[in-house]
């Protein structure tokens, strides 16, 4: 049976765990980016995504259950995105139809994506929607994946 992906908005609850899935230190490998202290993470997240007007923000839910978050930001003159799911939603097609999803509503174009360059699941999932490579950036000293997605 095909699980139900949504996108809904976002609470203030729904960083709670949030917050737990910056600490799987795999995911933060994956990532190249690293766990953040609880008191910091909920300052980044209710003045600097919640509270930027100009960001979209979804929660991903999977039968219900809240599973992760995407995110569109500006920075630099360009239009981000970006998005962390639990690992136990890793591997099952649902990173892919959020995206999909969320795609439809961030209609800003180019688009641009800057994943962790071994992290081939996320490079994949994104070249999968039409972002093509552009280039690579360094973060701390490790390379990531500039990624664009022009139409």
């Given amino acids: 049976m095909r ?3 949504r996108l809904r908005d976002v609470g203030l609850p729904d960083l709670e765990v949030f917050f737990e899935q ?3 230190p795999e995911a933060a490998r994956r990532a190249n980016f690293p766990p953040r202290e609880r008191e910091v993470f909920m300052t980044h997240w209710k003045t600097r995504v919640l509270g930027d007007p100009d960001a979209r923000v979804r929660a991903v839910t999977v039968d ?3 599973a992760g978050n ?3 930001w500006s920075q630099d003159g360009r239009r981000f995105v970006g ?4 690992r136990e939603f890793w591997g099952r097609g649902i990173g892919t139809r ?3 999803l969320f795609l439809r509503q961030e209609t800003t174009r180019p688009l641009y ?3 962790y360059a071994e992290n081939t699941g996320s490079v994949k999932l994104l070249e999968r929607h039409g972002f093509r490579r552009a280039g690579t950036v360094r973060y701390e000293g490790r390379e ?3 990624l664009v997605l022009d139409a």
């Fill in 70 to 72: 995407l995110v569109a």
């Fill in 22 to 24: 910056e600490q799987d």
């Fill in 3 to 5: 699980e139900d992906v």
């Fill in 144 to 146: 990531h994946i500039m």
């Fill in 64 to 66: 219900g259950v809240l």
């Fill in 113 to 115: 994506a800057d994943p």
């Fill in 98 to 100: 959020a995206l999909g």
């Fill in 83 to 86: 998005y962390w799911l639990g």
